[in-house]
């Protein structure tokens, strides 16, 4: 770290007259690509709370987990967070025993942020969102 602390002070001194250590960490650049994990794979057919359910974005595969079975009376939905499923069409996918399989696409019906009293009747937080970050994709088990 050949002249690091040249660049950066010891210390920043605030106009209100506090004073904040700093500290200079060396890093390196990987010049590699990070390998990218298998698919968890199951050896049921049966997709239940837990499952690793992956989209790809971009070229690179995203793995998040099912968070529960739903329903609206017409349609069973897996629910899991709206950053895994992204926008409304997105495939998502599964690991069964030696394959991976399409299960369906995200959903329209997605939730991000609401008023925290619409949430929480009764709870203090007027002026506070709650981050809900909830999107379900279609359930394709089914007969």
Request: with cysteine.
């Amino acid at each position: 770290m050949t002249g690091a602390r040249e660049y950066v002070p010891s210390r920043l001194y605030l106009p209100d007259g506090r004073v904040v250590p700093t500290c200079v960490v060396e890093v390196s650049r990987d010049p590699g690509l990070p390998q990218q994990p298998p698919m968890p794979t199951y050896k049921s057919d049966l997709l239940g709370g837990g499952y690793p359910v992956s989209v790809t974005v971009q070229g690179r595969q995203h793995i998040g987990s099912a968070g529960c079975l739903v329903t609206d009376g017409d349609s069973v939905y897996a629910l899991t967070n709206r950053h895994v499923t992204g926008d409304a069409g997105r495939e998502i996918f599964v690991g069964f025993g030696d394959t991976t399989r399409r299960i369906g696409v995200s959903a329209p019906a997605q939730l991000a942020k609401m008023p925290f009293g619409e949430v929480y009747p009764g709870w203090p937080g007027q002026r506070v969102l709650a981050n809900l970050d909830a999107g379900p994709h279609p359930d394709r088990f089914g007969p």
